[in-house]
């Protein structure tokens, strides 16, 4: 009588544990195979069992947090890297303004050059008026010297 007590009690001790253990292994299936990574383990034993699932939703919770920081690194990461891609797109901006600036540069250098060969030849034709000048003064002082002269002699 007692093995047979002792036999019903160790086959609904099994069958509770083989149950507990199915639960489990559909649980972590669930957990698997729908990626959510918030679902626990019920733990309603407290048997061996227990001592399972404890470590099991340990190890839930650390690959959570592990893909959370790295998903929260992840979004740090593309936006560092926008911001590079945009100082990226603006030194090649400026570059090209450089670029422009310097052909603008060379193209004024140019038109100053221009400026002051012109001027340096306006200066020579003023400098030959200035001359010129002198000379038709000088021409004109002696008309009126030879036509004051030529008044008084009369």
Same mark, same amino acid.
């Given at each position: 009588? %007692?093995?047979?007590?002792?036999?019903?009690?160790?086959?609904?001790?099994?069958?509770?544990?083989?149950?507990?253990?199915?639960?489990?292994?559909?649980?972590?299936?669930?957990?698997?195979?729908?990626?959510?990574?918030?679902? +626990?383990?019920?733990?309603?034993?407290?048997?061996?069992?227990?001592?399972?699932? +404890?470590?099991?939703?340990?190890?839930?919770?650390?690959?959570?947090?592990?893909?959370?920081?790295?998903? +929260? &690194?992840?979004?740090?990461?593309?936006? %560092? @890297?926008?911001?590079?891609?945009?100082?990226?797109?603006?030194?090649?901006?400026?570059? @090209?303004?450089?670029?422009?600036?310097?052909?603008?540069?060379?193209?004024?250098?140019?038109?100053?050059?221009?400026?002051?060969?012109? @001027? &340096? &030849?306006?200066?020579?034709?003023?400098?030959?008026?200035?001359?010129?000048? +002198?000379?038709?003064?000088? %021409? %004109?002082?002696?008309?009126?010297?030879?036509?004051?002269?030529?008044?008084?002699?009369?």
């Amino acid at each position: 009588m %007692i093995i047979l007590v002792t036999l019903v009690l160790s086959i609904a001790i099994i069958k509770n544990m083989l149950g507990n253990l199915r639960n489990i292994t559909k649980k972590i299936d669930f957990i698997i195979s729908n990626k959510i990574l918030t679902e +626990k383990i019920d733990v309603r034993s407290h048997d061996d069992i227990r001592f399972i699932t +404890k470590p099991i939703n340990t190890f839930i919770d650390y690959t959570r947090n592990i893909i959370s920081q790295t998903s +929260k &690194q992840t979004s740090e990461n593309l936006k %560092i @890297s926008d911001s590079f891609m945009n100082i990226s797109k603006n030194l090649s901006d400026n570059t @090209s303004i450089s670029d422009k600036n310097k052909n603008l540069g060379e193209l004024n250098q140019k038109a100053v050059q221009t400026n002051v060969n012109h @001027s &340096q &030849q306006t200066k020579a034709h003023l400098e030959m008026v200035i001359s010129d000048s +002198k000379i038709t003064e000088q %021409i %004109i002082d002696s008309i009126y010297d030879n036509i004051q002269d030529s008044t008084r002699n009369h």
